[in-house]
């Protein structure tokens, strides 16, 4: 829809995700990858804007790596649709050797440090010539007799979503860097029935709909790799390395809300002309979610993965977007809902940024907003002014429209995404 923004995923069937029905996965293998000469180069670019922005500081933020979608099943489920039975159709004629020796590294997606996958009872399937793959037997699988999902069409069906298998039966995961992923109706039309994929993970809370693997990440490599001058060199690297053109991009996950008032309006932001990215434009209220918010005492450049609790790591993302709500738009968190996400956008601006986006509803009416507004909360210079949009005109913003040009990127993925999953509906 517009060169700036994407969709890489969408919350859209659940209509939208509570704070139980999310978790992370922390490590330092979902870090970015690193040699000397790029270090140097980040380190030059650093100085150089500390030099002209002394007031500059270089925060931890969380890298996302990639994220893996969940689903419920019944273990005789087929995929189907037209995509699944062309994609089959297309590749007869090539048959995958061992797809299971592919699992986790079907190609748009990077090898992750150290991995190593772990089958459980799974039979190679190199069936014989001209025989229906569709009828192919698994005969130890993972609690049933049949392999039902028929894993060859599966990975087939995943590489050509931009999807791919990750953690355990009945999963499906998109990587930032795949541009089919970005297709949200792709995402959610298709799912996985139950198969013998590679068991990991295995502690995964019974409600738990979505994963993010996190690694961890900082503003001065943000700055010398995603605002770097030779990011598409950087990109153009990584996939030659590592078939992975984010791999040595910072990629810091961000948060924005959707805030619709008690009257039915939605907050926008005026930007400042002072702020560094997208200055003037519209946006939403958001930041990031901050990994010293999780390890108190710590200084930010010696934070490790290990200092960090997963679940006080989710809840310092569900909670971080109701914080950037109170110090930019100053209303009190008593008078915010529950944060619901909406999915995932990418910025293309920034190569390809990420940032989660939520719908929050607020008690107040906009007239009580816009006087709190006017008061000025601890991130006033942010932006100079607040306007309101009602639903239905938030609805109807599109490409075509006079306005849709006076957003900023992440206004347009959370706007976006806003169409897709509509949280606000019963």
Not at 217 to 240: A, H, P, Q
Not at 358 to 364: E, I, M
Request: hydrophobic share 35%.
């Amino acid at each position: 829809m517009d060169p700036e923004v994407s969709v890489l995923l969408h919350c859209g069937p659940w209509k939208g995700l509570r704070e139980k029905q999310v978790r992370v996965e922390l490590s330092d293998k979902f870090n970015r990858r690193k040699f000397p000469g790029l270090e140097r180069c980040i380190e030059e670019v650093w100085t150089e804007r500390v030099t002209s922005e002394p007031w500059l500081f270089n925060g931890a933020k969380f890298r996302l790596h990639s994220v893996t979608l969940m689903t419920e099943l019944p273990s005789n489920t087929n995929v189907v649709g037209d995509i699944a039975r062309d994609a089959v159709e297309e590749e007869a004629e090539n048959p995958v050797k061992d797809v299971h020796d592919q699992v986790g590294h079907i190609k748009g997606q990077e090898p992750v440090q150290g991995e190593k996958e772990e089958r459980t009872g799974v039979s190679p399937l190199r069936g014989k010539a001209n025989e229906d793959p569709s009828q192919r037997v698994s005969k130890k699988g993972c609690g049933v007799d049949t392999c039902s999902c028929n894993v060859q069409k599966m990975e087939i069906l995943h590489r050509d979503l931009g999807l791919y298998p990750h953690t355990k039966a009945g999963t499906l995961a998109a990587h930032p860097n795949s541009n089919r992923a970005r297709d949200a109706d792709s995402c959610t039309q298709i799912f996985t029935p139950t198969c013998c994929y590679s068991e990991r993970n295995t502690a995964v809370k019974k409600d738990t709909v979505l994963t993010m693997q996190l690694g961890l990440t900082c503003y001065k490599d943000f700055l010398g790799t995603n605002w770097s001058k030779n990011v598409k060199e950087l990109m153009r690297e990584g996939e030659i390395q590592f078939g992975n053109p984010e791999s040595f991009l910072a990629q810091p996950l961000g948060v924005g809300a959707v805030l619709q008032t008690v009257d039915k309006h939605v907050v926008f932001l005026r930007r400042s002309q002072k702020v560094a990215e997208a200055p003037g434009l519209l946006d939403i209220p958001g930041g990031h979610p901050e990994p010293k918010a999780v390890c108190r005492g710590v200084s930010e450049e010696s934070i490790q993965v290990e200092q960090l609790p997963e679940e006080a790591v989710v809840r310092e993302l569900f909670s971080s977007v109701q914080t950037e709500i109170k110090d930019e738009v100053n209303i009190p968190l008593s008078c915010l809902s529950e944060p619901i996400l909406m999915g995932i956008a990418l910025n293309h601006t920034s190569a390809g940024r990420p940032s989660a986006e939520f719908y929050v509803s607020c008690s107040l009416t906009s007239k009580e907003v816009k006087k709190l507004y006017w008061e000025g909360g601890p991130e006033a210079s942010e932006s100079t002014d607040i306007i309101f949009l009602n639903k239905e005109e938030v609805l109807k913003l599109e490409k075509s429209a006079l306005l849709w040009s006076e957003l900023c990127p992440s206004a347009k993925g959370a706007v976006l995404l806003y169409h897709l999953v509509r949280p606000d509906l019963d």
